[in-house]
């Protein structure tokens, strides 16, 4: 089995966890000198099959063999699989914002020489890492300062610090956009081309399509099979069919919009940095939404999306915000989240984790969290009735958990995604802002969340979708606007939106700023 | 409020989902960190009753760790409030001190009525956690900071008001609710070997028998009413049986006494008040959604700010009653009262069950915490244990509890 040319085999490994039975009977063989991607719905055992491979899930508390290098190996934890090269970068990076690039690079590898540490020997080392993944900072410079993506690359200096044999990515650019993305594919092609092999777990199936040598696919806890890419003629579609075990026709659920009169309008809407003095973040932007329309809102990270949502939404981000808000025709003013939610906004946070849930409380409690009100009497909470209505979106919404007692930290990001709609839903709002909808879920679940927002489209209400992928505007958006340097620099209709319109729209803006 | 959600429900995916297997409506789910507190409590005074050859359950002994314990206990419901919220309260014993002393001056150097004495120490602890909620919620300064300029603030207060000299003693009525007993109103009843006991606090633990028997059962029929499934009957029949032995155990014994403690009427009344108003009010709902995510509470409309004002004005009013009592107790309000009671009832409530990042807690638990500390101070020097001991045992308990919970924590990590 293990060939020459094998740098990894992983041989029936079956991991279970009370209850559930994580991984079964999984194979995995990794090239040496490939890139090797895994796909597979979120809950399929890609991150348990990885944390296996590292040690985070150490020797013993699974069935089954890892072969690295010709060598079998049992590692009790990430320092002993690390020190045969083998290096995880998750996707929750683990930097300490408040040290330096140098420093980070070295942490736990100290460069020392009689109990202290050299600077220049560390500063020199580092500045050499970055210039071989591409990242043009001072060493010096604190992690703080840095935007994600060129955080990920000091990752993958640091990776590369520990001479790395195996570099396993998990959703790497879930967090960046295009143009980082496409810096970073490249860093790993350099990567591969210097003999250092990687594993990338990816949601984006046109990224596996690019970079991925072979793939292999998961679907619940099992190896599905190994493709590669070239010779097995591998398309999008296919990969897809493999992780749902099914065929999906379309991505996107048929939809007939019936839109009708206008229910939110925003004019000449101007909003500045609370952080940093005088920056305008939006500026005089001016939108509408009217019942029964799925209305998209493009544009690059940074661009102002989150903000726009956000200061519309009871002045949840920004200062000295002006401008008007119209609802039905109204004009209304927010300067409450409460005041939002008593005019029918919602907003659905891009950040479910940070900002959305409450991951220690169970499902129930999330559901009801914003629209409390409605299950009390006199300020005293019908905890039965919390409970059925609960129940009743956990079947409506498909929420795949034991119970609405269940704890919403330990769901899937899909069915987190849905308790969150949920809590919104239950506010029964009339305008619905869903910032980036469908991020780090997988492609089953998205197919889930965009027959909700049809469905809530369907029953008269107005939704405002923010996302940074194109497709699933275009594919989900009866209009779609396009932001730039918090500039509305666009408004296109369905039938004449194409992903390199939309995408000049989404950079014009910045010729026209400077 | 009949039906709230379907209509929306209904927007929503039209095709329920099939049921899953292991899709039972409700999983009992056994939760170690929240029951084995009970349990420690249990064992702990098991272990004692037996080191001091049953003096532990002694009638009067019962008595006295209530009575003892009770403004520690009144601080840790406020305490686990703060703490489920994510604030922590280091001022509660300096203002229970300086409560303790406004009341003495109000009473015996003024000469004001009891009752509005009383009323307007509640008031003073109210300003005090008002002042304190405004730099915590409205200011930004984190509660460590605040309260720990607090602890000395209220203390230098206290000082000023009582001018290093002990005000006592006081009226009659409040020593009566401090340290009193309720009077035999219907006298004595015969219990065979166990002598005689006080009708009246025996009628009184049976009406509390009867009450939960009939809370509970309620609960069980409304549940079963919204189709969500209950503990079978034996089980719930079991747990009813076991309190209500506890509870009835309890009660003899103090009727055998001197009777019912008018704290632990007290108690009774703020433990039931805060258990429902956590559980069940708005507010109470509100203080784990602001613990448990900050973010995701002011994103979902709760006045965050608000919320944390009002709990610290809560605590204050909490340690105003502390301190009432505690001065009572003493029958005189000195300088030096309350004194690290703050530490008391943060362990209290760490070792009740609330979590250092909040979010999690109950006021039961926070009661049950501090009775393992009254307890372990109450037994160890039963045995004659000196002190250096019990702090000793204190301090392995508090770390023990809270490591015991990291370790439930981390063990739930690990199985995702």
């Not at chain 1, 049992?74 to 420093?103: K, T």
Request: glycine letters at 10%; proline letters at 3%; aromatic letters at 6%.
């Amino acid at each position: 089995m293990t060939g020459a040319d094998t740098i990894l085999h992983m041989q029936g490994i079956t991991k279970t966890f009370p209850g559930v039975k994580a991984l079964q009977d999984v194979n995995l063989d990794v090239r040496r000198g490939e890139i090797h991607a895994i796909c597979g719905e979120n809950g399929a055992g890609k991150s348990t099959l990885m944390k296996v491979l590292s040690g985070v899930y150490p020797h013993g508390s699974y069935d089954g063999e890892i072969i690295f290098d010709g060598e079998p190996c049992r590692f009790s934890g990430i320092r002993d699989s690390e020190s045969r090269g083998i290096v995880i970068i998750h996707q929750e990076l683990a930097l300490a914002p408040n040290l330096s690039i140098a420093e980070n690079i070295f942490l736990g590898n100290e460069q020392a020489s009689r109990g202290l540490i050299d600077w220049n020997k560390t500063n020199a080392a580092a500045a050499e890492l970055l210039r071989r993944v591409g990242l043009r900072e001072n060493p010096t410079t604190q992690v703080l300062d840095l935007g994600v993506g060129k955080q990920q690359l000091v990752e993958i200096a640091k990776a590369v610090s520990k001479r790395v044999r195996l570099l396993i990515l998990d959703e790497p650019t879930a967090a960046l956009n295009d143009e980082d993305s496409e810096h970073l594919l490249d860093l790993l092609r350099g990567l591969r081309d210097e003999g250092i092999t990687c594993v990338i777990i990816s949601h984006k199936l046109n990224e596996v399509m690019a970079i991925a040598d072979r793939v292999t696919i998961l679907r619940d806890g099992r190896t599905i099979s190994t493709l590669s890419i070239v010779e097995d003629e591998v398309t999008e579609d296919r990969i897809i069919s493999g992780m749902v075990g099914r065929d999906l026709d379309h991505r996107f659920p048929p939809h007939e919009p019936q839109i009708g009169e206008e229910v939110l309008r925003i004019e000449d809407w101007t909003v500045h940095s609370p952080t940093q003095h005088g920056r305008v973040v939006v500026q005089g932007a001016n939108l509408s939404v009217r019942r029964g329309e799925i209305v998209g809102l493009a544009g690059l990270m940074g661009a102002g999306r989150t903000e726009l949502a956000m200061s519309v939404f009871g002045r949840s981000y920004g200062t000295d915000i002006s401008g008007r808000v119209f609802k039905d025709g109204q004009e209304i003013h927010l300067r409450s989240v409460r005041e939002a939610i008593d005019h029918g906004i919602a907003y659905a946070t891009e950040d479910r984790k940070r900002y959305g849930l409450n991951l220690i409380e169970d499902i129930k409690r999330n559901v009801s969290a914003a629209g409390l009100r409605k299950l009390a009497k006199g300020g005293w909470v019908d905890d039965n009735e919390e409970f059925k209505v609960a129940d009743e979106y956990r079947q409506s919404m498909n929420i795949k958990a034991p119970s609405v007692a269940s704890i919403t930290g330990k769901l899937s990001g899909g069915n987190q995604q849905k308790v969150v709609l949920s809590k919104w839903i239950f506010t029964d709002p009339d305008v619905l802002i869903l910032d980036e909808p469908t991020r780090g879920i997988d492609v089953g679940a998205k197919y889930e969340i965009y027959t909700i927002i049809n469905r809530l489209a369907d029953a008269g209400k107005g939704v405002l979708v923010i996302s940074s992928e194109l497709p699933e505007l275009l594919g989900l958006c009866d209009r779609i606007y396009t932001l730039s340097e918090g500039r509305i620099t666009g408004e296109v209709s369905r039938a004449d939106a194409t992903q390199e319109g939309l995408m000049t729209l989404m950079t014009i803006g910045q010729e026209v700023a400077r | 409020m009949t039906s709230v959600a379907p209509t929306n429900a209904d927007l929503a995916l039209g095709t329920p989902s099939a049921s899953q297997p292991g899709d039972s409506p409700r999983r009992f789910n056994f939760n170690l960190r929240q029951s084995g507190i009970y349990i420690a409590f249990a064992l702990i005074v098991a272990l004692f009753t037996v080191l001091t050859g049953g003096d532990m359950l002694a009638p009067q002994n019962i008595s006295n760790i209530v009575v003892q314990n009770s403004y520690i206990l009144i601080l840790a419901i406020g305490m686990i409030m703060v703490i489920i919220a994510g604030h922590i309260d280091l001022s509660v014993g300096s203002v229970v001190a300086a409560s303790g002393a406004f009341a003495a001056v109000m009473m015996v150097d003024w000469g004001l009525p009891w009752p509005l004495a009383l009323l307007i120490t509640l008031i003073f602890g109210g300003l005090i956690g008002a002042w304190q909620g405004y730099w915590i919620a409205y200011f930004g300064i984190p509660a460590f900071i605040v309260t720990l300029a607090g602890m000395l603030l209220f203390r230098a207060v206290t000082l000023l008001i009582l001018g290093n000299r002990g005000i006592g003693p006081f009226p009659d009525e409040v020593r009566t609710l401090a340290n009193g007993f309720t009077d035999g109103y219907l006298g004595n009843i015969g219990l065979g070997a166990l002598g005689g006991a006080d009708l009246f606090s025996i009628l009184v633990g049976l009406v509390a028998v009867g009450a939960i028997v009939l809370t509970q059962w309620r609960t069980r029929k409304a549940r079963q009413n919204y189709l969500q499934a209950v503990e079978p009957l034996s089980l719930f029949i079991a747990k009813i049986a076991i309190a209500a032995v506890i509870l009835m155990f309890v009660i003899v014994q103090l009727a055998r006494f001197r009777n019912l403690p008018w704290v632990l009427v007290l108690l009774a009344a703020l433990v039931i008040g805060y258990s429902v108003l956590t559980n069940r009010a708005v507010f109470g709902r509100q203080i784990y959604a602001v613990g448990g995510n900050l973010q995701a509470a002011t994103l979902s409309g709760v006045k965050v700010k608000s919320v944390v004002f009002w709990l610290f004005v809560n605590m204050g009013v909490l340690a105003a009653v502390a301190g009432i009592i505690f001065a009572g107790r003493l029958n005189q309000a000195n300088p030096t009262a309350g004194n690290a009671f703050e530490l008391d009832a943060i362990a209290a409530a760490f070792i009740g069950g609330a979590a250092v990042q909040g979010g999690v807690g109950k006021v039961v638990g926070a009661i049950t915490g501090g009775l393992i500390m009254g307890v372990i101070n109450n037994g160890m020097s039963l045995i004659g244990a000196p002190s250096e001991q019990v702090m000793l045992v204190k301090g392995a308990v508090l770390l023990a509890a809270v490591a015991f919970d990291v370790w439930t924590k981390r063990r739930a990590g690990a199985s995702r």
